[in-house]
């Protein structure tokens, strides 16, 4: 039967290339059988289309279909599909002439290893990846229309043969003589029902063909039907969440769910859930999101972190294009400009989605928010072109309502008709904010203070520029002013004058504090308290922060911060009274002493060195006031 056989040598060196492929191209041996079954599915789309002109190609009655068939005892294994075939022609110029570009280019960078996993996403190497896993492949193919079939066999090596035979069938069938399995190189054994399942499930599960494992039961290995594929009009809210839960493994429905399509000059799918509960990893460096890109139905990468930015990690979901070639590499995803685009499209979407909650479901939303508060946060720092978008997106405690949060325009709504400035104080919890001396003065004269308990908070103040023309302005640091033009001068003038007054004592407190202080001075930010701490300028870290930093770094370096005293308090007058009779008092060191140590404990902080502490409150309490 066998007739006219000829040995051909490829048109370039494969060897290399093959070789390449072998051992470090693809890290899964496993993916020959996705290259295999989408080039199948793609024949069998080329059927249909060339049917549409030549409609007798098609047989009504035969399922277009993908078999895989093993031979246990010859170890071989057959993927064959009914689709368009090859001529003798087509064969020598797709599978003969292996990748002819992209071995030319590989040629004259022999050496640079890192380079190649880039460059293979040039080339189509599909086909060739069979050699991975088999020593030998035969492909017989007959094209559609016509009587003559042609098998084509190579072992991998510079040669493959072409030869004529016959075949019942149109289309193409792929014969692997399987290497033996290996776990170290992860050949594993491909004749066994249960491996191809696996395999095709995870790779190919949405392929729009069948792909069946011949045996007496002829089992249909794939679900076929993307649900993204479906118009969203007809899906509903229960097979979204059906959905969600088998492909990401939860037991919960999503919180959100969105599902898209574009068609024009690039067309793709996008499904993107969002969780309801934030994964316990989420702040792990290593965190990856859960987003699968597939080239029409084939899964092309896992997580695919090039889609998404860092901070919208949290998101999992499917990107289906029409437009990638199976073997696309990261390096090559980073460069493309459909992905770059698809990628800001759908920041845009999830950002107009969570807007749309915040606005009509503000109970969802808050939930919502209590889990990716932060990173939609860390997006303020991380996406300067959506920060505006961001902006609104973001919710505050507040010294206005104790159970319900504020975002910035509903702040600005209730601001006193005198304030210019958003106030806001940080600190570790509500209860240590809302206990700080700071805010006494801003309580009594009923100015609302944002309260900021995350860590990441201090960045993000830093990063909010202004909102609707007012500036946000820390209650801990630098000096504050209240009420209306007029009262503000009166107060500055009468504590400059207090100041100016008592100089002297402020000046001997100041020295006797001088390694912990930079300046000593009055305030009327306090009402009750008779002291307490502020950073000098805007810029300089807050003790909240300080503190973070001196976790983080075992102890940095501590900044000299100034010492505020209330000049009404008790104490105060006290203090002032004694100077005025004795200068030199040894008592007033264990005043400043006391007051500084106060100080740090009323605003969360440890006191510098509580044994002196302890010692100087001993001795007074023994000599009573
Ligand atoms: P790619 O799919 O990226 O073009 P491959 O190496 O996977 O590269 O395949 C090379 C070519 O061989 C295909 O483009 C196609 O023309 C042809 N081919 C491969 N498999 C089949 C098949 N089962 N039926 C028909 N043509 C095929
Ligand atoms: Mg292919």
């Known amino acids: 039967m066998v007739t006219n056989s000829k040995t ?37 789309d080329r059927l249909r289309f060339e049917a549409l002109t030549t409609p007798a190609l098609l047989d009504q009655n035969q399922t277009l279909e993908i078999r895989l068939e093993v031979d246990r005892t010859a170890r071989t294994l057959t993927i064959s599909d009914n689709g368009i075939g090859m001529s003798r022609d087509e064969v020598m110029a797709n599978i003969g002439t292996i990748a002819k570009s992209g071995t030319r280019e590989l040629r004259s960078q022999t050496n640079v290893s890192e380079e190649i996993s880039s460059l293979i996403g040039q080339f189509g190497v599909g086909f060739y990846s069979s050699f991975m896993v088999a020593d030998k492949v035969v492909l017989e193919t007959r094209r559609a229309g016509t009587e003559e079939a042609v098998r084509w066999e190579s072992q991998g090596d510079n040669q493959y043969t072409l030869t004529e035979t016959e075949k019942a069938t149109t289309g193409t069938s792929i014969t692997l003589y399987l290497k033996p399995p290996d776990a170290e190189t992860g050949i594993e054994d491909y004749t066994d029902k249960w491996i191809l399942a696996r395999i095709v499930k995870r790779y190919s599960d949405f ?59 690039f067309e793709y799918q996008v499904l993107l859930f969002t969780p309801p509960k934030a994964p316990q990893d989420l702040y792990y460096q290593s965190t990856e999101t859960d987003l699968r890109l597939y080239a029409r139905g084939v899964l092309i990468m896992e997580r695919c972190t090039e889609l998404l930015p860092r901070y919208l990690r949290f998101i999992k979901g499917v990107v289906d294009s029409a437009d990638l070639p199976l073997n696309i590499s990261r390096q090559m995803l980073q460069q493309d400009r459909h992905i770059t685009q698809i990628r800001k499209w759908i920041v845009t979407k999830l950002l107009n989605e969570f807007t749309d909650l915040a606005a009509k479901d503000p109970e969802k939303y808050r939930s919502f928010w209590e889990q990716f508060g932060r990173p939609v946060k860390e997006g303020m720092l991380e996406d300067r072109d959506n920060r505006e978008t961001l902006v609104p997106l ?26 210019e400035q958003i106030f806001y104080l940080t600190g570790d919890s509500r209860a240590v904010i809302e206990n700080s001396p700071h805010l006494e003065a801003f309580k009594e004269k009923g100015y609302e203070v944002l309260y900021l308990t995350d860590p990441v908070d201090e960045l993000l103040v830093q990063s909010l520029p202004e909102v609707d023309g007012h500036k946000l302005k820390s209650v801990g640091k630098g000096t504050i002013e209240l009420g209306s033009e007029e009262e503000k001068e009166q107060q500055r003038k009468q504590l400059e004058e207090q100041q100016t007054k008592d100089s002297d004592l402020l000046e001997l407190l100041q020295k006797r504090l001088d390694t912990h202080v930079k300046q000593v001075r009055l305030t009327n930010r306090l009402t009750t308290s008779p002291v307490c701490l502020v950073a000098g300028m805007e810029f300089d870290d807050s003790p909240f922060v300080e503190k973070l930093l001196q976790r983080g770094k075992g102890g940095g370096p501590k900044q000299r911060r100034i010492m505020e005293l209330n000049p009404k308090h008790d104490i105060y007058l006290k203090m002032e009274e004694r100077f005025r009779q004795n200068a030199s008092d040894p008592l007033l060191n264990d005043y400043a002493d006391l007051l500084f140590g106060y100080a740090q404990l009323a605003e969360g902080s440890e006191i510098t060195d509580p044994v002196q502490f302890n010692h100087v409150l001993a001795s007074l309490l023994t000599r009573g006031l």
């Open 8 to 44: 051909y040598e490829f048109q370039t060196d494969t060897k290399p290339l093959l070789d390449l492929m072998v051992h470090s191209l693809y890290t899964t041996k496993d993916i020959f059988l996705r290259e295999l079954i989408s080039n199948a599915s793609d024949a069998l």
């Open 207 to 265: 392929v729009s063909y069948p792909v069946v494992y011949v045996d007496e039961e002829n089992k249909v290995l794939n679900t076929m039907k993307p649900l993204w594929k479906r118009p969203a009009a007809e899906v509903t809210t229960e097979e979204y969440a059906q959905f969600y839960r088998n492909m990401f493994h939860d037991f919960e429905d999503p919180l959100l769910s969105l599902h898209l399509k574009a068609e024009g000059i």
């Open 394 to 419: 973001l919710l505050f405690e507040s010294s206005n309502d104790a159970e319900k949060l504020t975002t910035l325009k509903d702040y600005v709504g209730r601001m006193k008709p005198d304030q």
